[in-house]
Structures are given as C-alpha cells and as structure tokens.
C-alpha cells in the first residue's frame, strides 16, 4: 500500500501554533500538586542558536514534558543571559546601541528555539539587561551591603591594555585577553568584592549532601575551594630593629631543613620599607607585566628583588636571604612564603637563577643514597632526611602533623586551616552591564544609593567611540543629587556572573513588581530539581549561585535555602569533522562536497580537502551546523531524535549528516507504521487472542520509564527502534479496534517527550485525549514458562522450553522424553548433574 509521507512543515507547524494558543506550558503553582522545577542554563543572545543550544534545551525538554505527563506541575521557563562585552563590542563596529543589537538577536533566537517545540513557559521569560531585572538585582547588592557581604578595596587585577578593562581568571587564555589578544598586565585598582570567603567551609562540606550532583563537578569546586591543612610560622628577622618577624602560611613545615630563602609579595607590609628604592619600584613595575592568575604566574619568568634583610629558620637556625618575587600574591595566606627549592618546581627555578642552595630532604625510599635533585624538584611522597629530628619519618603521613606539633611545642607554629577560594571581585570597567547601585561624596566614601531611586538605569549612548569605559565619560548621569547633596555614581558595573547567579529565583515570580521573587513561591518551586548545562560552568556559575542563594538567606529568618539545584546534569558537546583546504585555512561543512568517498572543495571540485579530528563545534574552527537550516530540511522531531541518540547524553555526540538522514528516515517508517495502525483499526478483527500486545506494551513502557529516570536517553530511542519492530510484527495478528487503541496510545504517550510533533499528531488521528504516562503492570511482564540451556559435558546441546521454577528431578524426567537430547546420555555414566534453576543443567558423564 501507498502511505502518504510524513509532512512534519505542516504538522509541526500545527502543533507549535496549537501549543501557542493553548498556552499549554504555563506554569501555575498549585500548592496540591507534586511540583518539578526543570531548568537549563539559560543562553547568552548571539544571534543564533547552535547545537550545543539544541542539545541542551532538548535534554530538558525531555524530562519536562516526561515529568508534566505524569501529572507533575512543571515550571520550565527561559531567559537571556544578555548583558556583556559582545554586545558592546558589536556596539562598537557597527555604530548601534547594544541594547538594539541585543533584543534583535533574542527575537531571533527565540523564534528559532520555538521551532524545536520546547515545553517552555514563554510567559516567564526575562532578560537580564531589562531594568525590571537588573532593579531587583541592585536590592539584592544593597542588602548584601547591609549584611557586610559586599566591600570595597584595592586590589591587583588583571587588566587588559587594549580593552581597558578588568578581565576575570576565566578571560585570560595563555597571559593574554580573550578578546583582544593583548597580553594581561597586572593593576591595582579599587574594586567591589562579594565576601564569599565567609562560606568557604559551608560551601565545601554541603558538597556531599549533593547527591543529585556528578562526581566530577563537585570534586572540581572542591579543588577550586582548597581547603588546605597547615602551619603558621612565625621567622625572626635580621636586622630586628626593621623588621622584627615575617608569618608564612605553609602546606609543608616538614620541609623546613630545605629553606633556602623566604619570598614576599611585592604588597607585603615589609615593602614600605624600599618604597623609596629605585630598584624597588622598578622590580614592581616588572611584575605588573605579569596577569595574576595561578597559570600565568606559574608560566611568567620568575624574578625577584633581594631585599637586605635575612630570615631566621626556627629549626636549625641558618640564616637565609628575603627576597620580593614576582610568584607571591598577598591574597593567598599572609603574603610571604618559604622557598625549599628540592621540592618545589617554582622554587628550584628562582634558586637556580639567584645561585641559592638547594638542599633535598624528602627522598623516595629509605635506602636511596646520594638522593640529588637536577632540573627538576622532587614533588613525590617518601621519606625525610637530612633533617635532624625528623629523619625517617614517613613522608608525608607522620612528617607533617609531627613538624607542626613540634613548632606549637616550641610556640614558633601554629596549625592553621587555609583555603584556596578568594573572594569574588565584582567591578568591571565597561558600559553594558548591571550599574552599581553607589555613589561617593566629595571625599570618595561611598554610599548606597536610596531603593525609592532604584533601578540606576544606563544611560543611552549614541556611539560608542572612546576606549575603555564609556560610563566614566557621561558627566551629566555620573552627578546626582540625594536629599540635596550632590554625589558621582559608581561607573563599574557588575560581573554578568551576577546576573546568572539568581536568575533561578526570578522565574519563580516574573510578575512580582516590588521585589524579586515572592517568598511562598520560593517556598513552593525552589531548589530547582532539575538543572542542565555544560560542564565548563562547572567552577565559577554554579559556585557563584551557591553562595548567592546563601548571602540571600544570611541573618534572614523569613529565607533558609542554601542550594539552589537540588539535582545537576552536565551534558556532553556536540562535535563535527573538521576540514582545513591546501593553505590552511579553516573549512565550513557548507563549503565541502563528498566524491566517490573523498572530500573536496565545493566551489573547486579539483581541490582535495585535509579531514581534521572530530572537535566540538565552535566558530573558529568553522566546524558548526546551523539548527535553522536542519530543522527546515528534516524538521524538529528528526532533530531531537538524532541529537539525543547514539551517545548517552553527559558524553560528546557526533554529528554527521547520515545521523540526521537516518533520523528523518526512522520518523517516515513511524509515519507508515501508524498509517497501518490506521487501516488495523478500521478493519476491527475479531480476534480474541490479545496477551501478547499487552505484553511488549508493558514492557516497552517500563523500560522507558526507568531509562527516562536514568537519563539514558540514547537507550530511550533504542527503545523506540525496538518497539518499532515488534509492532510492525504484532499488527499481523488482526487484533480487535478497542485493544489496538488502548495499546497504541500509551506507546504514542511515551513517544511524546522525545518526538512530541509526531506523537500528537498520531494521537490526535485515533481520538485519544486524556494522555497521563501510562503505567505498566508488573503481573503481565511475569514470564510463566523459561528458556533453559541443556549442557552435557560444558557443551550446550538444546534448549527446553519449560515451566517456570521447574526442579532438577523434573526437569530430567522431561529430558528422558525428549529424543533430540536423552541420545547425549541414554547409554552413558552420569557422574553428577550442574543445575541452576531456571537458567541451566550440565549433565556430566
């Protein structure tokens, strides 16, 4: 028969405008329904969606609608991470307000993430550089204030030259500005800080009430927070009447033997003794070359300053030079570290440029002898020597905690808890971000601005044609009068981390006016049970919104959530060939043409193209395939199926254009599968022998159901093809109307979170209505005869279909009945019989 193909234009088209004036995906708390809080990490508007964008939104999309057909009251809203540097670097070259290039950009987006048929409640939707966003965000800022958490003071940052402006650690790639490219200087600048510090402990130790949380996500916060155990030391200094003593915070006091020289920060107290020193200040001019993140410090050449002062070492008394190096930074323990060069790669290297000794005291193994140290220090575990009391000890099991205790006893140490995590600076110097809600008086004290003046709008900039930050230049909205008084507002705006850091809290109260969100709604859908991004917000987003939601609920009685997403999943990329023609230059999947096998310029069908690794997608690779396009040849369902099968989702997936033509091929075999289920149920047969559709019905059911649970959703299309199948076999037994219906719309049902165009669509073709996730019955999935394997000798020899519990003695009754196996052992010595009840018998002779 002639089945007419699937038109997904048509019905895909259909049912978004159904979804559209059905506003089905509204979101309304009702306080007597189970409620399900799903939720992706909302975009940034470039103007484009991509397929990480696809990925993403359809792996929440999934559990949403699973979680709503199960009667679950579901809030699955969107929003716009809009505010940042690309939008006004877009400003820039093409002479247009950012906030133009912006909500031109979500328009677009928004219309291309509709055609995917996502379950979103469009009726929440906010954008982050909205002043009805941002007003409630700068309340925040000022209660923070309140409550000591946000503070001001100078700080080094890492400053791009080109773009003037503060970069974060995450912006500087190789020493260098991720936009402009210019190598990072280090800058002392006055800055606004959040105290996250104040939770370090809090925001480590409930990592492991997490338990909805990938493994690898929290050990990398755990490392970002380093907690760390270790001593403060206490060096006496000569000459004593400049400076009397130094504190050092240490991991390692068990290698103390090894100091060979102690290493300040150019901002330690110590320095105001040479702060009239010519080659003082010329060494701190070096170090502002250098960026103050962990890797550019660890790659910069070390240099140092020798100052004239010599340090003390508490145990053995030698006397060692002080220097100012370049690798010290004052915001991480006291600003003074102890150099033991054997033992520390940073060390080794500033030793052997200043000629300073280099003593070993930690060696691999007891016996070792003559243990030297060449190019490069020894880091490993062993154990102490040449140091005194403390050879033999293990290393570093016994010599730590021994080396403090002994330190305490002679009261030069104490044992001290140190941890990684700084807080977080929260100023940048540009225009399109959130104002900071502060001005200053004539004397430069800051002051909060009054909530009835609030939102602190920007101002609308015509051009953006000056360097650095716009703000700085609009003197007629930097001046502002309160109770009379005339102040300057602050010009930094905020981090757009901040912005993502408590969006989750909006959605729950879009419409609230007067403040953020309504603390019975919090009560209601807050944590989010379910919260989807990438892996590479592992650290910093999610960290930051962890401490936000704890500032929030800090001395407020009325607010107890710590944690904002109860459960966390990391999706995996999504990765494509890459092409490269004869010059090097990068190649679109556009520009290339497949003949007889090989790759070929499409525009020169003569030029062969070089076929690179398969990576993740990204511009500048050229690697990426525009969603837009791949919906309108193949349509939403081809997609979502295509991109949620072959690779579990928390892996890569790997496109190809033979995956989505196989995909878009799979929905036109389910299109024909349901035109027949179309004719079997206007044939209505009489047949009255219908177990075995119950059967795999349930059975497809409960394997969709627990794989949905699991997210293994490349399982759940496997089970799609699978039930494809056995249908397509079952149809042939002339089943009667009514039970073909039943069965097929619970199929139908569950179709409806991955392919939900198609599964309405059929649905609506039999008249089913009332579509809840079907359950499966447990009692006729229980199979009452089994399979056994019949062995003699380990060789299998038959299979007997038989009763199920069936014992031994019963079993080789049947056996004796059996002509095709008793020929095995009829004649023969049975020296024992291996039985495992229902699975197997081995008869040995």
Known sequence: MNFTRYNFKEIEKKWQNFWKKNNSFKSVVNHNKKKFYCLEMFPYPSGKIHMGHVRNYTIGDVLARY??????????????????????????????????????????????????????????????????????????????????????????????????????????????????GAKVERKKLNQWFFKITNFSNELLESLEDLDQWPNKVKTM????????????IKFNIEPSNKVEYIKCYTTRPDTLFGMSFLALSIDHPVSKIYENNKEFLEFKKKCSSTGTTEESIANANKIGFKTDLFAINPLNKEKVPVYFANFVLMDYG???????????????????????????????????ENFEIGDEAYTGSGYIFNSSFLDGLKCP????????????????????????????????????????????????NPKKIPKKMLPVELPKISKLDHAGNPLDKEIEWKTVAIDGKEYTRETDTLDTFVDSSWYFLRFCSTDKKDYGFDLEDLKYWMPVDQYIGGIEHAILHLLYSRFFMRALSFENKNLNINEPFRGLFT?????????????NNWISPDEVVTINGKK????????????????????????????????????????????????????????SDEGIEAAYKF??????????????????????????????????????????????????????????????????KNYRKNYIIENYSKILTCMIPVIPHFAMEALSQIDSKDNKWPLYDEKILIEKNVKIVIQINGKKRGLIETEKGVNEKKLFEILNENENIKKYFINEKIKKKIFIKDKLINIII
């Open 667 to 732: 929905i036109q075999k389910l299109w024909t599968l349901h035109q027949k289920v179309l004719e079997e149920i206007k044939l209505n047969h009489a047949n009255q022998q219908e177990n075995n559709l119950d059967k795999l019905t349930n059975k497809f059911i409960k394997e969709i159901t627990n794989n949905l649970e699991k997210f293994n959703y490349n399982i759940v299309i496997a089970n799609l093809h699978e039930i494809y199948s056995l249908l397509t076999k079952e149809l042939k």
């Open 67 to 180: 979680k709503a057909l199960q009667g679950f009251n579901v809030l699955h809203p969107m929003g716009w991470d809009s505010f940042g540097m690309p939008a006004e670097n877009a400003a820039r070259q093409n002479n247009l307000d950012p906030k133009t290039w912006t909500e031109e950009n979500i328009s677009n987006m928004k219309s291309q993430l509709k055609k995917l048929g996502l379950s979103i409640d469009w009726d929440r939707e906010i954008s982050t550089c909205s002043s009805e966003y941002y007003r409630h965000q700068q309340e925040f800022f000022l209660e923070l204030f309140d409550k000591g958490l946000v503070y001001r003071k100078e700080q080094y940052v890492n400053w791009d030259p080109i773009d003037e402006t503060v970069l974060a650690n995450e912006q500087v790639i190789d020493g260098k500005g991720w936009r402009s």
């Open 600 to 655: 070929y310029l499409k525009s020169n069908e003569a030029l062969p193209i070089k076929v690179g690794p398969s990576e993740s997608m990204s511009k500048s690779k050229k690697n990426t395939i525009d969603p837009g396009k791949i919906i309108e040849n193949f349509g939403a369902d081809s997609v979502r199926l295509f991109i949620l099968s072959d690779s579990p989702p928390e892996k890569d997936v790997q496109w």
């Open 571 to 583: 999706q995996g990329m999504v990765c494509h060939e890459t092409y490269k023609d004869e010059k």
């Open 397 to 444: 099991e016994e010599s730590i905690s021994h080396t403090i205790d002994y330190l305490e006893k002679k009261q030069i140490g104490k044992r001290k808890t140190n941890f990684r995590l700084k807080d977080w600076g929260i100023s940048r110097q540009r225009y399109w971000g959130c104002p900071i809600p502060i001005v200053y008086d004539e004397n430069g």
């Open 334 to 368: 006291l600003g003074a570290v102890f150099g033991c060069p054997a033992h520390d790669q940073r060390d080794l290297d500033f030793a052997k440029k200043y000629n300073l000794k280099i003593q070993p005291v930690v060696k691999p193994n007891l016996d070792t």
């Open 221 to 232: 916060q755990k490392n970002w927070i380093g907690k760390s155990y270790g001593c403060e």
